[in-house]
């Protein structure tokens, strides 16, 4: 292989240049470069908020969050006291943070080194990503590579955040360099070391370093022959450990959480996102996204994600490194493979196209160094005399794209931290002053308002408080039965929310008295929007409200004939898991969002309905009849339904509609169709397939004997 490595004389000579790493002032240059351009963000950050530093994301504060009580020794706690939580997006860069407040970075220096280190990684990023170019394909692909992600607006705002952009930048750039290296000995040693630090650092890292193992086996594999097959198999145990870091992430959720599934994971993915899974919805929202991200990098967006054409470079360059660079094949390969998956698992993420999309910012390195490619490529169908004149004009004009964008970026950057300064922090700093000592308060977005508030926060995304993840996916009735269901001394006292998403609206928590009608404080976003109308927050006002919990659970009770033997409160996911509950919706794609109604001194959740219900009822005593009692708010459309029990006709339910909230209706099932301590009901509507269909809202269903 190293033959072929040195078979022309381009890579022959980029070969000496970068083995002289003294001479070369390159990867320096470059580096410095990054980092004037992460000043300018910094300045930009300064001047609008009159010197002071703040994120442009309340995400950042998360971190920060973490990090504080890690350094505290509250480890992985959001709340002192509280249960471990996986609402981090970077289990590694938490503890990066941990280890800084440890040693005596706080106060305002706390964000001002997360903002520093990361720019730090990302400039050295840049340095790096000339290196690996150079290796790769020339010193000129290196070399525009490298200057392009220094002057990559996208690319700065992440890294000037305080996220784990920049962190994560490095380990990717660093851990494909390295992996470049170790290929022609086929001895892994420093790449699954870094592998593992990657796998530790985000999702989107995990499954690049494991992209990144599987490519080592394959060479490995290959080389069998020559290497000798103890000798492989001796190689072989070191390249599991990202692996093995990954598995070990997972496990320390299980124990500590009790699910292998992050928090963030459980709120974000269009796996879990909504109450019923459909395939078809599934794949048609991820597509969307993926779309959203393929047309975002082909740079003919708003966004300036990338100069115009960048995809088609990127593709170009894809054909040209891994059709005619033979030699490093498996590692362009690789690449490819790891970069296609990593946007396919973004693309599953609700939040995909979100945040200037900083999920895909740290790969940036690698996306540009295949378009540096591929302009490369195609000069080489250039006369020879004309090529590098190509070459370096083409390049010049997709930086000057680049230049011209970086001033809308830092502008932007700016706008967002001053938008984060007048919410969130905002409502946190007024928290710390003007709530009682030992207060709890709901929030939606737990970042600055948790590490400016200084009052113990519930998450109600389900970020930092694990459970409330797939509550808030279901609806504000979920999310009611499972926050009043938290320990007395837990359940909020207050709620800073906005009634838009993310998450539930609150507006049916105000109408049921849960909380006040009218806030103690209003924050009203006063931070003009950019020029296209956008706001990096999904609100325009965060109200801050007093909750009364004293109706909480009265929805519980019913009276019922004979003796009570079991309840399914529909809304509550807990409980509705234990019964089995399955709203079986008249059309694909519908979802039973749950509510909270109240009808005089009782509150209770419920679920929207199109369609019908199936549940399984408990303790029952066989040859008995069953009475169901439902509480129920039928519409006037189809109020017949049809009862089956285990399989059989039990005959038809009619619930006439009635005035108020809901009523509440009986239904007999003869003794001869219960068999056994439990039975499957369905509740079906009366002609299937065919409009109209019942409609209503179902609350709970008591069963007695």
Not at 18 to 42: E, H, N, S
Not at 129 to 135: A, E, K, N, P
Request: aromatic share 10%; net charge positive.
């Amino acid at each position: 292989m190293i033959e072929v490595l040195n078979a022309t004389s381009e890579t022959t000579q980029t070969s000496r240049s970068t083995t002289g790493t003294k001479r070369d002032l390159y990867p320096w240059l470059i580096g410095v470069l990054a980092l004037l351009f992460g000043l300018v963000f910094v300045a930009s950050n300064l001047a609008i908020n009159q010197g002071s530093l703040f994120a442009p994301l309340d995400d950042v504060y998360i971190h920060l969050q973490y990090g504080r009580q890690i350094g505290l020794g509250h480890f992985f706690q959001y709340n002192t006291g509280d249960q471990i939580s996986a609402g981090a997006s970077s289990f590694l860069y938490a503890l990066i943070l941990g280890a800084a407040y440890a040693i005596g970075v706080h106060g305002s220096w706390f964000l001002a080194f997360a903002m520093g280190f990361n720019l730090l990684c990302f400039a050295a990023s840049a340095a790096l990503t000339y290196r690996l170019g150079s290796v790769l394909v020339a010193r000129s692909v290196g070399a525009w590579a490298g200057v392009l992600l220094a002057v990559s607006g996208p690319a700065l705002w992440g890294s000037a955040s305080g996220m784990e952009v920049g962190i994560v930048m490095l380990l990717v750039t660093a851990t494909v360099l390295v992996f470049t290296r170790e290929v022609p000995s086929g001895l892994f040693i420093f790449t699954p070391l870094l592998g593992v630090l990657l796998a530790l650092v985000r999702p989107e890292g995990l499954i690049f370093a494991g992209v990144l193992t599987l490519a080592s086996w394959w060479i490995l594999w290959t080389r069998r022959r020559t290497t000798g097959l103890a000798r492989t198999w001796g190689r072989w145990p070191l390249t599991l450990l990202p692996m093995l870091a990954g598995m070990g992430q997972l496990v320390f959720y299980a124990i500590a959480t009790g699910t292998t599934s992050a928090n963030g994971v459980q709120a974000k993915s269009l796996l879990y996102d909504r109450p019923l899974f459909y395939f078809g919805t599934f794949v048609d929202r991820a597509t969307a996204n993926l779309r959203g991200l393929v047309g975002t990098f082909l740079g003919f967006t708003n966004g300036d994600f990338a100069f115009p054409g960048a995809m088609l470079l990127f593709l170009a360059g894809v054909v040209y490194l891994v059709v005619l660079r033979r030699a490093w094949r498996p590692v362009f390969v690789a690449l490819v493979a790891g970069l296609v998956l990593v946007m396919l698992s973004v693309s599953t993420l609700n939040t995909a196209l979100a945040h200037n999309l900083r999920y895909e910012q740290p790969f940036l390195p690698l996306l540009l160094l295949f378009a540096v490619s591929g302009g490369y490529g195609i000069t080489r169908a250039v006369p020879h005399r004309a090529r590098r004149a190509t070459l370096h004009g083409g390049l010049a004009i997709a930086l000057l794209f680049s230049l011209i964008a970086v001033p809308t970026w830092a502008v932007r950057y700016g706008r967002d931290t001053s938008t984060i300064r007048d919410t969130d922090v905002s409502v946190g700093a007024w928290i710390s002053t003007n709530l009682p000592p030992g207060a709890s308060v709901a929030v939606k977005d737990v970042g600055a308002v948790a590490y400016f508030g200084r009052h113990r926060v519930v998450d109600l995304i389900g970020l930092a408080t694990n459970g409330l993840a797939e509550p808030s996916n279901n609806g504000i009735g979920s999310l009611y039965e499972a926050v009043r269901q938290l320990p007395p001394g837990k359940r909020p006292t207050y709620f800073a929310t906005y009634d838009s998403g993310p998450g539930p609206s609150m507006a049916m928590l105000r109408q049921v008295g849960i909380l006040d009608s009218e806030p103690l404080q209003r924050f009203k976003v006063q931070t003009p929007p950019d020029i296209h109308g956008n706001l990096i927050v999904p609100f325009t006002e965060i109200d801050v409200y007093r909750a009364d919990w004293t109706l909480a659970g009265s929805g519980d009770f019913q009276a019922v004939p004979g003796q009570f033997r079991d309840y399914l409160n529909v809304g509550d996911v807990a409980n509705e898991k234990a019964h089995g509950y399955d709203p079986m919706m008249a059309q694909a794609g519908m979802e039973p969002l749950s509510i909270v109604s109240r009808a005089g001194n009782v509150i209770d959740s419920g679920r929207n309905i199109a369609g019908g219900e199936a549940f399984t009822a408990h303790n029952l005593i066989p040859g008995r009849p069953l009475t169901i009692t439902a509480r129920t708010a039928m519409n006037k459309i189809v109020p017949d339904m049809h009862v089956v029990v285990d399989g059989k006709p039990a005959g038809t339910w009619t619930r006439t509609p009635e005035q108020g909230a809901w009523g509440t209706y009986t239904y007999t099932i003869p003794g001869s169709l219960i068999t056994g301590s439990t039975a499957r009901i369905e509740i079906e509507q009366p002609r299937p397939l065919l409009n109209p269909y019942p409609i209503y809202n179902s609350y709970g269903y008591w069963m007695s004997q």
